[in-house]
């Protein structure tokens, strides 16, 4: 067999918040592209090893992961990560509106209560509407907006977005820049594990 080369396929870990803050790895997959299916079968895998309940899971806006939580764990609850949000509105609107709409949008998801945040996404949506529909519209649609605020103070910034995951991916990216390639996939299957060991520990 061929080396592996860091091209091979997409690595991807889940990361996971018990009640009591503790991060963990719950698992990860390895593919050559990210899909509603992987998710299923990551998911499905987490039942099997006894994973009973989630309380909440934040996405990115992959199509089809709803679906896919819905069926695999139905009591959980779904908040779109704000940061994507926040990507996909400075991807619609003028550079010299960029930071104003950005800033304003942050007064959205940094109120410190929930109608707060309502107050302030009506502002928003007021005096956005008429220059970027389409932001506003992607906004309305969004029924995962602000499901957050059913959860602590204290965790709130931890659970808005999916930063969490993509940084700890990120810093397992450019481990993996490192090396050339693995003479097996059951070895680079090792060197993850490893990986997520000690964030674990």
């Known amino acids: 067999m061929h ?25 990860y997959s390895i593919a050559s592209n990210e899909s509603a299916e992987i998710w299923k079968e990551l998911l499905e ?30 009591t959980a609850k779904i908040q779109r990560c704000l940061v994507h949000i926040s990507r996909n509105i400075a991807a619609k609107v003028r550079v010299t509106d960029r930071k104003e709409i950005l800033d304003d949008f942050k007064e959205v998801y940094n109120a410190s209560k929930l109608e707060e945040a309502l107050s302030n996404l009506e502002t928003f949506t007021s005096k956005w509407k008429r220059k970027y529909p389409r932001v506003i519209d992607i906004l309305d ?61």
């Open 45 to 74: 895998d987490f039942k099997s090893r006894g994973l009973e309940s989630i309380s909440l899971f934040c996405t990115d806006g992959l199509a089809g992961m709803e679906e896919v939580i819905e069926q695999t764990f139905p």
């Open 3 to 27: 080396g592996l080369t860091k091209k091979y396929c997409r690595k991807r870990s889940t990361v996971g918040i018990t009640v009591e803050g503790t991060k963990e790895i719950l698992g």
């Open 141 to 201: 649609k969004n029924t995962h907006l602000l499901t957050y605020f059913d959860y602590p103070k204290e965790v709130r910034h931890s659970i808005y977005s999916t930063n969490l995951s993509e940084g700890f991916n990120k810093q397992l990216k450019k481990k993996f820049k490192l090396k050339e390639q693995f003479p097996t996939e059951t070895s680079m299957e090792k060197y993850l594990v490893s990986q997520f060991n000690q964030f674990n520990r």
